[in-house]
């Protein structure tokens, strides 16, 4: 299995609060990405990235930053939650391009 | 328009028995990727199978094979001698280009929901 932490796992918090999700890897794998899953939806791709500090905007990138600051580091911020944010987000790393992405065990993140 | 669409909201199937797994796809463009992934209740997303839209064969995996067919634009994932184990959510996913630009992205489908019996 490919080496991919996700923290928290779990994390509930209140409307209008900043949030940061962490994606780490130790696959030394280049590409990163993250998702959201919601019922009817399948995966979303929110943001991805193809390098240290190269990042792009995906389908559902509203209301949501990252940072990638080391190649095992991924992070998501909602930079101020909603609830329409609650939903359970999924990381996952590439190898090389195009390549099959392998996902973490997810996020589920509750926003009251 | 949908780019993946996936019919089966569920399926049963009986223990030791073979299960199709519907999933057509909607692309122009002539380089993609279709991808299965198996979601089990703890919620983990478990890579299953891959098909290049220029393989000429179709892609196995132990007991997973997709019966690719290109001109309908399908990409059914067969299971055979389904186990109790196999219960759980699958995702169809479609990567379109060679990843020309600065990272290919995937496309899921709604899923489909398989419940194996005895």
């Known amino acids: 299995d490919a080496g991919i932490t996700q923290s928290p796992r779990h994390k509930v918090t209140e409307t209008g609060t900043p949030v940061t999700l962490r994606c780490h890897q130790t696959?030394?794998?280049?590409?990163m990405y993250w998702y959201r899953q919601d019922p009817g939806h399948g995966l979303r791709l929110i943001h991805y990235s193809y390098g240290v500090k190269d990042t792009d905007k995906g389908e559902v990138s509203d209301g949501y930053s990252v940072s990638r600051s080391k190649t095992e580091d991924f992070l998501l911020t909602l930079e101020s939650a909603t609830s329409s944010q609650t939903s359970v987000y999924f990381c996952a790393i590439s190898p090389r391009e195009p390549d099959t992405q392998y996902f973490g065990p997810g996020t589920r993140l509750t926003v009251l | 328009a949908q780019k993946i669409t996936q019919t089966q909201p569920g399926m049963f199937v009986q223990e030791k028995e073979a299960v199709t797994l519907d999933c057509t796809y909607d692309t122009s463009d002539p380089s993609y990727g279709l991808f299965w992934y198996k979601q089990p209740s703890s919620g983990e997303m478990i890579f299953l199978i891959y098909q290049g839209s220029y393989d000429q064969q179709n892609a196995t995996e132990g007991r997973y094979s997709l019966n690719f067919q290109k001109a309908r634009k399908s990409a059914n994932l067969v299971i055979s001698a389904s186990q109790l184990g196999d219960s759980a959510m699958y995702f169809c996913a479609m990567r379109e280009g060679r990843g020309a630009g600065t990272a290919s992205k995937l496309t899921f489908g709604t899923g489909t929901r398989l419940q194996v019996t005895l």
């Open positions: 696959e030394n794998h280049r590409y």
